[in-house]
């Protein structure tokens, strides 16, 4: 086989790859997270302290939507809530910058994320409880949350298997190391952390049970660089119908749907938008991805 077409795929020099950045991340939010974790650099500000300061954000977007009167608490809680994207990357690209990427970092990043929208999603749901939802408010807006887990569960675990498959970038899932470890060794609250990590991992493996066979497929072709290059080309060549359902999943739609439901006062669509049309495309998502991770293990295993 030839050195061309041996080559393995490569990521951008800020860890991104293409295929994976929608408009908003490829024009606005990566661009600005980059930057800002380069000022960062100097300043020994660590990655966890970027990612607390992230899910602190969601917090304040949360207390501007439903604290602070209409329109200046939507919009000052919107404004809060886009900002909330620039510092969930510039997390990690300081961590890629300053070496400080882990397993621990990255478990600290989701925490911090999912803690500031379960903040979000319950003063919202008073907000709604207030109008003529009444009651009924608190029970879709639990709907919409574990909606929420499930979708975020399944792009996010999708989009980084993508990564470790095609691009050779670890996760919590391939990177078993000194903090993972200490995890189930340490504290309860580390211990707690651990558990918190196994259901996030075990829903995705639910979800997909080819999943672990493929990955199989590309650990035994690490030996043989030819070998790897064509498992990872063809991966990412039967990815793109995946990537697509993936992104809409993702959390960019979503912040703008709510923001402009908080700027109509109300986020009773929001709700609904996460609790039907979302699952409706995780469905279509999932059946999508089994039928393509079964096909290549046909064509690879």
Not at 114 to 134: A, C, N
Not at 168 to 193: C, E, V, Y
Not at 216 to 233: C, G, I, K, S, Y
Request: hydrophobic fraction near 50%; aromatic fraction near 8%; include cysteine.
């Amino acid at each position: 086989m030839s050195a061309v077409s041996a080559e393995l795929p490569r990521a951008k020099s800020d860890g991104r790859v293409a295929e994976l950045e929608d408009v908003l991340n490829r024009t606005i939010y990566h661009p600005l997270a980059f930057r800002l974790a380069r000022l960062l650099v100097p300043t020994g500000v660590t990655p966890n302290a970027v990612s607390i300061v992230s899910g602190t954000l969601v917090c304040l977007a949360a207390v501007f939507y439903t604290q602070v009167d209409w329109p200046a608490g939507a919009l000052a809680g919107f404004a809060c809530h886009l900002a909330w994207h620039v510092a969930d990357g510039a997390d990690g690209d300081l961590a890629r910058l300053t070496g400080k990427a882990s397993p621990l970092g990255e478990f600290i990043d989701g925490a911090a994320d999912y803690l500031g929208h379960i903040f979000l999603y319950v003063l919202l749901s008073s907000m709604l409880d207030d109008g003529p939802v009444g009651g009924w408010a608190w029970a879709l807006a639990a709907v919409s949350g574990a909606s929420r887990i499930a979708q975020s569960n399944h792009s996010e675990t999708q989009r980084r298997q993508y990564l470790w498959r095609v691009y050779g970038i670890g996760w919590l899932k391939t990177q078993p190391s000194a903090d993972s470890r200490a995890f189930a060794a340490g504290n309860p609250l580390s211990r707690a952390a651990a558990s918190v990590i196994r259901a996030y991992l075990g829903l995705a493996a639910w979800t997909a049970p080819y999943s672990a066979s493929l990955d199989r497929v590309v650990e035994d072709a690490a030996a043989d660089p030819a070998r790897l290059a064509q498992v990872r080309r063809r991966i990412r060549d039967a990815a793109h119908g995946s990537l697509v359902l993936e992104k809409a999943l993702g959390a960019n739609w979503r912040t703008i749907l709510l923001g402009l439901c908080m700027l109509l006062a109300s986020p009773l669509w929001y709700f609904l938008w996460e609790a039907v049309v979302l699952n409706v495309v995780l469905v279509v998502s999932t059946l999508h991805h089994n039928r393509v991770e079964r096909r290549l293990l046909a064509e690879l295993g």
